[in-house]
């Protein structure tokens, strides 16, 4: 990451940014737990989560591409790879109810997948890795949970 911060990159995350990335974490663990405290609404947590990861992921790539398309003169190898997310995540989407699991265990990959792309791209702030880990993290434990269950 490159950063003019002269703490050596470990400036604090914006208090705005990291409120908003924690809320956005509520249901990828609420959901797990709402199945597991009533297991009649597990099919439909499960769904619910699946969209969920499915929006989220899209989110990545839509940023990224924002990102590419704000240079001059862009990258098509990153207008073209920051696509990847959005396509990823309508195709999961659209598996059916009946592979949940697989479902949830793939947007948990997908989303682990894009969060090591953030590590090695540069420019970008140097709080941001590690607002990705906690929100990462966070994503990927709910989703592993929903497969789980």
């Known amino acids: ?6 703490s050596g990159g470990t400036g604090p995350i914006p208090r705005p940014v990291l409120a908003w990335g924690l809320a956005g974490l ?18 439909w947590s499960d769904r619910a989560l699946g969209l969920y990861a499915a929006v ?3 989110f990545l790539g839509g940023a990224r591409w924002g990102r ?10 990153t ?3 920051s696509m990847a997310p959005s396509v990823a995540a309508w195709g999961l989407a659209l598996l059916p109810s009946d592979r949940s699991g697989l ?8 989303l682990a997948l894009h969060f090591v792309w953030d590590l090695r791209s540069p ?3 140097v709080w ?13 434990a709910g989703l592993t949970a929903g497969a789980m269950g």
Do not use: W
């Not at 590419?68 to 190898?77: G, K, L, M």
């Not at 479902?103 to 997908?110: D, F, G, H, N, V």
């Open 1 to 6: 990451m490159t950063s003019g911060d002269p």
């Open 26 to 43: 509520i249901p990828f663990l609420g959901l797990p737990l709402l199945a597991l405290a009533a297991p009649e609404l597990s099919g």
């Open 56 to 58: 989220i992921l899209s």
């Open 68 to 77: 590419a398309v704000s240079d001059p003169a862009p990258d098509p190898r």
């Open 79 to 81: 207008v073209a790879f």
């Open 103 to 110: 479902q949830l265990a793939a947007l948990a990959a997908a």
């Open 123 to 125: 420019g970008l702030p």
């Open 128 to 140: 941001y890795p590690r607002l990705r880990l906690i929100l990462t993290v966070g994503a990927v």
